[in-house]
């Protein structure tokens, strides 16, 4: 088991990998594409708005965004803790930006978005009416990193019938205008990382939501960091989940760790062997444990848990 040293190595490692030419290409296409467009859709994972959020095309949002609506939409927010979900709701709102929860899904919030495209627009597209300029179309950006929900949150917003609206003056072949209703077309765009990670817990929590592939990192080291982060904040439910008790977690926890002993580690290793996570002989298989705990996270089997408290 690798320690909190181990594994900064391992993020400094890889923090260059995953930063092909098509992304460098991409952020630059993005930020051409921005000058077309009334709307920027930022989907966030409800989970970890803050890891979610690509500080290179931030910035370039925000560079660009002085004639430019903005909202945020907190996907995947069926997986997230209800009050946290608010508290970032109104985190984004003293920063002035509106943001909404959906979880694309199901479909839950995709309307309210709908409406709050129109609101935002709604002075604008007023005052080119009066000036003649009737059956103006709304034109919205979505950006996200990758395994935001983003597909899910295009074809969800246009009904699943994402159709090519057409070729427009200054838009290049490649690009597709999706046409939403009457009144709103939306440019989708590749989703892309960064290419070196500042923070270490920026780095976890993309690895918990599966952002950052699998293969890339050691996933023993990732599951025992999440397990780690819900026994501090969420221990009921991994009591719950993995039918342990309390008073034994507790008692696991309470042990002085300058002894020998690897408390979360032993907590993986009693889940593995509760689930049946076992190998020839009766040892627990920690690789199978490890992808266990971390299948079970993402697929919101412990319930709503948020990665990132709201300031």
């Not at 989708?188 to 976890?204: H, M, R, S, Y």
């Not at 996570?277 to 079970?296: H, N």
């Amino acid at each position: 088991m690798n320690n909190k040293k181990d594994n900064e190595e391992v993020f400094s490692k890889v923090s260059i990998n995953w930063f092909p030419g098509h992304m460098a290409k991409t952020i630059k296409q993005i930020e051409e594409d921005l000058k077309l467009v009334d709307v920027i859709i930022e989907l966030l994972d409800a989970r970890i708005p803050i890891a979610s959020q690509n500080p290179d095309i931030k910035k370039i949002i925000e560079k660009s965004s002085k004639n430019k609506k903005r909202i945020i939409i907190l996907n995947k927010s069926d997986l997230a803790d209800k009050q946290e979900n608010e508290k970032w709701i109104q985190f984004f709102r003293k920063e002035g930006i509106t943001a909404i929860t959906t979880d694309a899904n199901s479909g839950n919030g995709i309307n309210e978005c709908i409406r709050q495209i129109e609101k935002e627009m709604q002075e604008e597209i007023s005052n080119l009416k009066e000036k003649g300029r009737v059956g103006r179309k709304i034109r919205a950006m979505v950006v996200g990193i990758p395994n935001v929900g983003k597909s899910s949150f295009i074809n969800r917003i246009a009904k699943k019938t994402s159709a090519e609206v057409g070729n427009k003056p200054g838009v290049t072949k490649a690009k597709q205008w999706i046409r939403i209703n009457d009144n709103i077309e939306l440019l989708d765009t590749p989703g892309i990382l960064w290419p070196k990670f500042e923070d270490q817990n920026v780095a976890l929590n993309l690895s918990y939501i599966g952002t950052i592939k699998d293969e890339i990192l050691d996933q023993i080291d990732i599951a025992y960091n999440l397990l780690k982060y819900l026994l501090e904040n969420y221990k009921l439910k991994i009591c719950e989940r993995y039918k342990i008790d309390e008073n034994k977690i507790n008692e696991i926890l309470d042990r002085n760790e300058d002894e020998g002993y690897n408390n979360i580690y032993d907590i993986m290793l009693i889940i593995g062997k509760n689930r049946g996570a076992l190998m020839s002989g009766g040892k627990v298989d920690e690789e199978k444990t490890s992808r266990l705990i971390l299948d079970d996270f993402r697929t919101g089997k412990f319930g709503r848990i948020t990665l990132e408290k709201a300031i």
